[in-house]
């Protein structure tokens, strides 16, 4: 069934009674040629692109609750290509493009805006950090405007713009960038994924990873034991427990990110706004809550919920630059479970056991990278070797030293990206 404006409208004359489940509910097989632990944004993208780019469609996806109810539901929904190293910098434009063409080719409507985004800066290094940024992004082929302080002014009026700790010199807008409805992403993968064949198993908790002399042979799940050729762990804050299985140890720790939605307010910002000094980004959604986060809550924790010392950061933050939001009532808050790398950057590569792959280390930065994380790991998946967009995010970088992508220049200590 193909969306369209006029189903739209004979369901609202109608009591909406003839929408139908979008995706089967199937039991498990017994053996799969794929089996995909975990059902958020990365891991249905995967399955979508293995069945689409690969023809594979003997494939689960095994999720221990619902799909879409991780972090791909629970984010702020930013998505942009304005990252700086090489390694980072060619995949997140990758993924750009294939955001640009996701609705139409899922014939789904992800609601992806690109509103463009302005990263703020407060001091002339940072303005010079700036420039070096928007230059790698336009050489790269991406579209990067240095705005001046009245630059900055004609597009966001409301900032407070002479803070005496924080004073806005400028920023770096990014036209393309923008916001998609998260789980709205969630869903199209599911919906084409399953029109493709793949099983998508729900409450399918994975429990063990069984190996046999060095090679993957499948799952047990609460679901009973499933056999696979080949196992994809994609399994975001929870990729440490799940490579842990197979007797992995992973260069990643799972900390906290809460994030803040306030009621409802007619149209007041129609871009991405982040305040990098003070930790603090914002966006409105279309149904006109004031969608904001701030930084890690700094413990490692699977706790899906965040503590009152970071919420008073990132309302004085927001507090700083916008002081008019003050008057908004804050309607609820969440966290989710972020899979921190030691450089920031994530890891799509195989392990040393064979047909056992590994995506993951996104840390708060994985929605946008969505299409092309999927892509490139049903490329490794499919054919065991890497796909040149994602061909440096190994896992031995951590071993070696070679290649660390420290994006934030943060050091290799998982808790100050
Ligand atoms: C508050 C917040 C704000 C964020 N903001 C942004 C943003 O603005 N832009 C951006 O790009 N990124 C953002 N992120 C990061 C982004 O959401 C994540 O990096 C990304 O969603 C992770 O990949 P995923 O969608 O596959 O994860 P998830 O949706 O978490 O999927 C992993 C799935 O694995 C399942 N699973 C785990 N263990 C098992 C098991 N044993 N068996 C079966 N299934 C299992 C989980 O239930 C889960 O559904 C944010 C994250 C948070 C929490």
């Given at each position: 069934?193909?969306y369209?404006?006029?189903?739209?409208?004979?369901?609202?004359?109608?009591?909406?009674?003839?929408?139908?489940?979008?995706?089967?509910?199937?039991?498990?097989?017994?053996?799969?040629?794929?089996?995909?632990?975990?059902?958020g944004g990365h891991g249905l993208a995967t399955a979508y692109y293995l069945?689409r780019e690969?023809?594979?469609?003997?494939?689960?996806?095994?999720?221990?609750?619902?799909?879409g109810?991780?972090n791909v539901g629970r984010n702020t929904t930013i998505v942009r290509a304005n990252y700086?190293?090489?390694?980072n910098s060619e995949f997140y434009s990758h993924s750009l493009k294939l955001w640009e063409g996701l609705e139409r080719e899922l014939n789904y409507n992800v609601m992806h805006s690109q509103r463009g985004l302005i990263n703020?800066?407060?001091?002339?290094?940072?303005?010079?950090?700036?420039?070096?940024?928007?230059?790698?992004m336009i050489?790269q082929g991406d579209d990067a405007?240095?705005?001046?302080?009245?630059?900055?002014?004609?597009?966001?009026?409301?900032?407070?713009?002479?803070?005496?700790?924080?004073?806005?010199?400028?920023?770096?807008y990014h036209p393309r960038g923008g916001t998609a409805r998260h789980d709205a992403v969630a869903w199209g993968y599911a919906r084409a994924a399953?029109?493709?064949?793949?099983?998508?198993?729900?409450?399918?908790?994975?429990?063990?990873?069984?190996?046999?002399?060095?090679?993957?042979?499948?799952?047990?799940?609460?679901?009973?034991?499933?056999?696979?050729?080949?196992?994809?762990?994609v399994?975001a804050?929870?990729?440490?427990?799940?490579?842990?299985?197979?007797?992995?140890?992973?260069?990643?720790?799972?900390?906290?990110?809460?994030?803040?939605?306030?009621?409802?307010?007619?149209?007041?910002?129609d871009h991405v706004?982040s305040?990098?000094?003070?930790?603090?980004y914002?966006s409105?959604s279309d149904?006109?809550?004031?969608v904001?986060?701030?930084?890690?809550?700094?413990?490692?924790?699977?706790?899906?919920?965040?503590?009152?010392?970071?919420?008073?950061?990132?309302?004085?933050?927001?507090?700083?630059?916008?002081?008019?939001?003050?008057?908004?009532?804050?309607?609820?808050?969440?966290?989710?479970?972020?899979?921190?790398?030691?450089?920031?950057?994530p890891?799509i590569?195989?392990?040393?056991?064979?047909?056992?792959?590994?995506d993951?280390?996104w840390c708060y930065g994985g929605f946008k990278a969505v299409p092309a994380s999927g892509f490139a790991l049903a490329h490794?998946?499919?054919?065991?070797?890497?796909h040149e967009s994602a061909?440096?995010f190994?896992?031995?970088?951590?071993?070696?030293?070679?290649?660390?992508?420290?994006?934030?220049?943060?050091?290799?200590?998982?808790?100050?990206?």
């Amino acid at each position: 069934m193909a969306y369209s404006g006029w189903r739209i409208i004979r369901e609202a004359l109608t009591g909406n009674t003839g929408w139908a489940p979008v995706w089967r509910d199937p039991d498990p097989k017994p053996a799969y040629d794929i089996v995909i632990i975990g059902g958020g944004g990365h891991g249905l993208a995967t399955a979508y692109y293995l069945a689409r780019e690969h023809g594979l469609t003997n494939v689960a996806v095994l999720e221990k609750g619902y799909l879409g109810g991780g972090n791909v539901g629970r984010n702020t929904t930013i998505v942009r290509a304005n990252y700086f190293l090489p390694g980072n910098s060619e995949f997140y434009s990758h993924s750009l493009k294939l955001w640009e063409g996701l609705e139409r080719e899922l014939n789904y409507n992800v609601m992806h805006s690109q509103r463009g985004l302005i990263n703020l800066f407060h001091s002339d290094g940072q303005r010079d950090a700036f420039v070096r940024r928007g230059n790698a992004m336009i050489n790269q082929g991406d579209d990067a405007i240095l705005l001046d302080r009245e630059g900055v002014r004609r597009h966001l009026p409301y900032l407070a713009f002479d803070n005496a700790r924080f004073p806005i010199h400028g920023g770096l807008y990014h036209p393309r960038g923008g916001t998609a409805r998260h789980d709205a992403v969630a869903w199209g993968y599911a919906r084409a994924a399953d029109r493709r064949g793949v099983d998508l198993v729900q409450n399918c908790e994975v429990t063990g990873i069984d190996v046999e002399g060095g090679r993957v042979t499948g799952v047990q799940t609460t679901r009973g034991a499933i056999r696979a050729k080949k196992v994809a762990i994609v399994a975001a804050g929870r990729s440490s427990q799940v490579a842990a299985m197979a007797g992995l140890r992973l260069p990643v720790e799972s900390h906290v990110l809460q994030a803040f939605v306030t009621e409802g307010l007619k149209p007041v910002i129609d871009h991405v706004v982040s305040f990098g000094m003070g930790h603090f980004y914002i966006s409105q959604s279309d149904k006109g809550g004031l969608v904001f986060g701030g930084d890690l809550d700094f413990y490692a924790s699977y706790a899906a919920r965040g503590n009152l010392p970071m919420v008073e950061h990132v309302m004085e933050a927001a507090m700083t630059l916008m002081p008019a939001i003050g008057k908004a009532k804050v309607l609820r808050s969440w966290g989710g479970i972020m899979d921190m790398t030691p450089d920031g950057s994530p890891i799509i590569d195989k392990t040393g056991i064979e047909g056992l792959y590994l995506d993951c280390g996104w840390c708060y930065g994985g929605f946008k990278a969505v299409p092309a994380s999927g892509f490139a790991l049903a490329h490794l998946v499919a054919q065991d070797r890497p796909h040149e967009s994602a061909a440096a995010f190994r896992l031995d970088r951590f071993r070696t030293g070679r290649g660390l992508m420290d994006e934030e220049g943060t050091g290799a200590q998982h808790n100050l990206h």
